[in-house]
């Protein structure tokens, strides 16, 4: 694929613009775990194993004591191309109607190369929503598209609870429980108790209507069927159980079907700073470094981390169009922060 430097929206303009279409306030793992921009194509990282170590008193002429070094171990793992093109855009449609009236309808190409490149941009937000919700539920990244690709970054199988009885079973299930048992292993684990929880809608619902957990928020009361999570902050504060709760719903269109970024079924526990826990990282694609290479771009290396867009021409048969590329992976960067609880086995 040949990039096209005079077409009616140069490649640094597009890519500008790519980079400056805002991320929709409906990918919420988005707004939470941030994206970064990394000048390589490759993910480097250290998984560093922390333990709560104490010093030692000595006599005042012993033996200074030589503390364990903590674990430690280099990770290099190349990041996966992630792009999308228009199969016949505005674009390619306005080009075919010039070609058989007559006409340089500059404007109007130029209108529709920003309209592809919006739409084109908006299935990669979705697509990064989508792999960050897949590396949450066990510390896995395996996209579907790609065959035999699997990241594992070593959740600890303790981190991966399955409750005793399912939340769905109101009359038996005690979802406080569950949660204040998942946050002390959390904290024997990290050394601090987790800072806010991830889960569906109908997570909440199940929670909210067992037996245990109204009469922990209001006594045994007949006829309460249902207590709210305001209800319970006061119990979550005292217990250590997060107040801060994060509705995630998103539902994205996966090969004609609707997908949802995270299960009904599982209540993910995460740090007081998600930052912490997770993150996307973007780093420099090939198209990032054919414009950096290009006498035809004013393209620095320094540009080159994130979507690029271009419009580029292939074939034959020749067709031209819109195409967004970039190249990434999400990155969960301490295994051990993470902890996700099967709330309907």
């Given at each position: 694929m040949a990039i096209i430097y005079?077409?009616?929206?140069?490649?640094?303009?597009?890519?500008?613009?790519?980079?400056?279409?805002?991320?929709?306030n409906?990918?919420?793992?988005?707004?939470?775990?941030?994206?970064?921009?990394?000048?390589?194509?490759?993910?480097?990282?250290?998984?560093?194993?922390?333990?709560?170590?104490?010093?030692?008193?000595?006599?005042?002429?012993?033996?200074?004591h030589v503390a364990d070094r903590d674990g430690y171990s280099d990770k290099s793992i190349s990041m996966i191309p992630i792009s999308d093109s228009r199969n016949k855009g505005e674009y390619e449609r306005l080009q075919e109607e010039m070609a058989r009236l007559g006409g340089t309808?500059?404007?109007?190409?130029?209108?529709?190369?920003?309209?592809?490149?919006?739409?084109?941009?908006?299935?990669?937000?979705?697509?990064?929503?989508q792999a960050l919700?897949?590396?949450?539920?066990?510390?896995?990244?395996?996209?579907?598209?790609?065959?035999?690709?699997?990241?594992?970054?070593?959740?600890?199988?303790?981190?991966?609870?399955?409750v005793?009885?399912?939340?769905?079973?109101?009359?038996?299930?005690?979802?406080?429980?569950?949660?204040?048992?998942?946050?002390?292993?959390?904290?024997?684990?990290?050394?601090?108790?987790?800072?806010?929880?991830?889960?569906?809608?109908?997570?909440?619902?199940?929670l909210v209507t067992q037996t245990k957990v109204?009469?922990?928020?209001?006594?045994?009361?007949?006829?309460?069927?249902?207590?709210?999570?305001?209800?319970?902050?006061?119990?979550?504060?005292?217990?250590?159980?997060?107040?801060n709760w994060f509705t995630v719903e998103t539902q994205l269109d996966i090969d004609g079907v609707s997908t949802r970024v995270l299960p009904a079924d599982k209540v993910i526990l995460i740090p007081p700073n998600p930052e912490d826990l997770l993150e996307f990282q973007l780093g420099v694609s090939a198209t990032a470094l054919e414009l950096v290479n290009s006498s035809e771009a004013d393209f620095t290396f320094e540009d080159a981390p994130g979507l690029v867009g271009v419009v580029i021409k292939e074939g034959p048969p020749f067709r031209q169009f819109t195409f967004v590329d970039g190249i990434g992976l999400p990155v969960l960067k301490d295994a051990r922060k993470l902890m996700v609880l099967d709330v309907i086995p």
């Open positions: 005079d077409a009616p929206v140069s490649p640094v303009d597009l890519t500008t613009f790519v980079r400056r279409v805002p991320l929709p409906t990918l919420m793992l988005s707004s939470i775990f941030p994206t970064v921009l990394k000048r390589s194509s490759k993910v480097n990282f250290s998984e560093i194993t922390k333990t709560n170590r104490t010093a030692r008193f000595r006599a005042p002429d012993g033996r200074i309808r500059t404007e109007a190409l130029s209108t529709a190369i920003y309209d592809d490149g919006q739409d084109l941009t908006l299935y990669a937000q979705n697509r990064i929503e919700g897949d590396v949450l539920v066990d510390g896995v990244f395996a996209p579907a598209e790609l065959s035999g690709v699997s990241i594992d970054y070593g959740v600890p199988g303790a981190n991966l609870i399955t005793g009885t399912s939340w769905a079973t109101s009359a038996t299930a005690d979802g406080l429980s569950d949660l204040i048992a998942a946050c002390d292993l959390y904290e024997a684990a990290n050394g601090f108790r987790p800072g806010g929880v991830l889960a569906s809608r109908a997570a909440q619902r199940q109204i009469n922990a928020a209001r006594g045994a009361q007949t006829g309460v069927t249902r207590v709210s999570l305001a209800d319970l902050t006061g119990i979550f504060d005292n217990e250590g159980v997060p107040t």
